[in-house]
């Protein structure tokens, strides 16, 4: 299909182990976006990659995480020294933004169990 | 918090009956928009209606927006089990592409 793609589906993981999450945009779109879903937290926003600019790391909960794009496409986020609070749905999106507020695509996230 | 408000947090209902979520914000806003989850896996985009807009059709899907109470509902017609999900209400930060979504409202349709 022609829609955002995650990968790994499920991800489970000692503490203190670090991790990589994958994400496929939709082909063409600039704006790619990470967000956590947890329990005690809701969804909130991590980071935002605008084609070239410097990404929008305000989101991120703490330096253990980072992200980049690379090619302006796949992005990976990863998370250093894993904690058992970092257990979440990680989900991107991607949109065709080119600073205009549009519609978000979602991928299916990536379910991190922290053990 | 910059999260919105919604309500209410769990409804359960009969299919075939109609299904009301709503939901409060806090600040100025261009457009809202609502998203439907699954299984606690990825949004599925339902419906963008922007500030001069006062009510949107999508389907079965009405969504009304009242800028002046900063609120907004989403109404499902003739519900179905298969709209069993958690509906999110999204606006965007300020004038950055961030969503804040409300905390969401799990919908329950019985069969």
Not at chain 1, 8 to 32: F, M, Q, W
Not at chain 2, 25 to 43: A, E, F, H, P, V
Not at chain 2, 78 to 102: E, M, P, V
Request: include cysteine; glycine fraction near 10%; proline fraction near 3%.
């Amino acid at each position: 299909g022609a829609g955002v793609s995650q990968s790994p589906s499920n991800k489970v993981t000692e503490k203190g182990k670090d991790v990589e999450l994958r994400c496929d945009p939709i082909s063409g779109h600039t704006a790619l976006y990470w967000y956590r879903q947890s329990l005690g937290q809701g969804l909130e926003f991590l980071i935002y990659f605008q084609g070239n600019s410097a990404p929008d790391k305000s989101g991120l909960p703490s330096d253990r995480f980072s992200a980049e794009r690379t090619g302006g496409s796949v992005s990976t986020l990863t998370i250093q020294r894993t904690q058992q609070e970092d257990s979440a749905v990680y989900l991107c999106a991607s949109s065709s933004s080119r600073g205009q507020q549009e519609t978000q695509y979602f991928g299916p996230g990536t379910r991190l169990l922290v053990l | 918090s910059q999260q919105g408000e919604e309500d209410p947090q769990a409804l359960s209902i009969q299919e075939g009956e109609n299904a009301t979520m709503n939901c409060s914000y806090k600040t100025s806003i261009n457009n809202l928009q609502w998203y439907r989850q699954n299984s606690g896996r990825g949004l599925v985009h339902l419906i963008l209606i922007r500030s001069n807009e006062r009510e949107k059709h999508s389907g079965r899907l009405r969504v009304t927006l009242d800028t002046s109470k900063k609120s907004s509902s989403l109404l499902i017609t003739a519900s179905r089990a298969a709209d069993t999900a958690s509906y999110f209400c999204a606006r965007f930060s300020g004038g950055y592409n961030k969503l804040i979504f409300g905390a969401g409202t799990r919908l329950a349709v019985h069969p």
